[in-house]
């Protein structure tokens, strides 16, 4: 599911035309500068806007799943990318043209207003990412990172990397290596063969920064919802 997309009348559905599409891991949906031509609409796939620098190093500004869209600000001539988008866990994705989404947009109040308000929630992730940099450790923003991406994937097993982890957080490998395996030794996470299974969701929510909570709740004023199934993942892990 797609959070946008089940709050839609049928009638800006099928204005959309939307097609259904599987993002690999690592793929790149837009560089920066490119001209955006469709929009997407994750499913199960994750995609990270990620600002590069010159000397290579890549920092996470915001993480899109179910709760968004992708290249939402067509709609209102944002026309160029201004970030790098790339899909951080592969999945299902719907997608469309971006002259459809526009042209919906325009006939569409509750479309619009989506966007609108969508966008808001971005520039508030990215904002919470700048402040959570310069003012938590990486043990903090790597349990907020974790917790962020379960609840949009909706599963304790996340496909990670510690050099993708890295990448995303701005750290050095070595330093993830470490809080990985401090977190591993808690008993809050299990790590191997490029996958991190959370084990004990409550120690997470201990160790993650007070950012995790101020980006739910961002969204949730902003577009009027939250995660529907984030408790009851939780209250199975308690039970494991």
């Given at each position: 599911?797609?959070?946008?997309?089940?709050?839609?009348?049928?009638?800006?559905?099928r204005q959309l035309g939307l097609k259904d599409i599987e993002l690999s891991s690592g793929q790149v949906l837009y560089q920066p500068?490119?001209?955006?031509?469709?929009?997407?609409?994750?499913?199960?796939?994750?995609?990270s806007l990620v600002v590069t620098l010159s000397t290579g190093e890549t920092i996470e500004a915001a993480m899109v799943g179910r709760d968004g869209i992708i290249g939402a600000a067509s709609a209102l001539d944002g026309k160029i990318s201004l970030s790098r988008a790339i899909t951080q866990i592969p999945g299902q994705c719907s997608v469309c043209d971006s002259a459809a989404f526009k042209a919906t947009a325009l006939k569409s109040e509750k479309l619009l207003s989506l966007i609108m308000r969508h966008e808001q929630t971005v520039y508030a992730q990215a904002q919470q990412s700048v402040a959570c940099m310069a003012a938590h450790n990486v043990e903090s923003r790597l349990a907020r990172w974790m917790l962020r991406a379960r609840d949009l994937v909706q599963t304790d097993t996340l496909p990670f990397t510690q050099e993708f982890l890295s990448e995303m957080l701005g750290v050095r490998r070595t330093s993830v290596t470490l809080v990985a395996h401090g977190l591993q030794q808690a008993g809050l996470i299990k790590y191997r063969r490029g996958k991190i299974q959370i084990t004990n969701v409550d120690g997470l929510h201990e160790v993650a920064c007070e950012c995790y909570g101020r980006v739910k709740e961002q969204y949730q004023n902003l577009l009027g919802t939250e995660y529907p199934a984030s408790r009851g993942l939780k209250l199975i892990s308690q039970r494991a």
């Open positions: 599911m797609n959070v946008i997309i089940d709050s839609l009348p049928q009638d800006a559905l500068g490119d001209l955006v031509e469709a929009i997407y609409f994750p499913r199960t796939a994750i995609i």
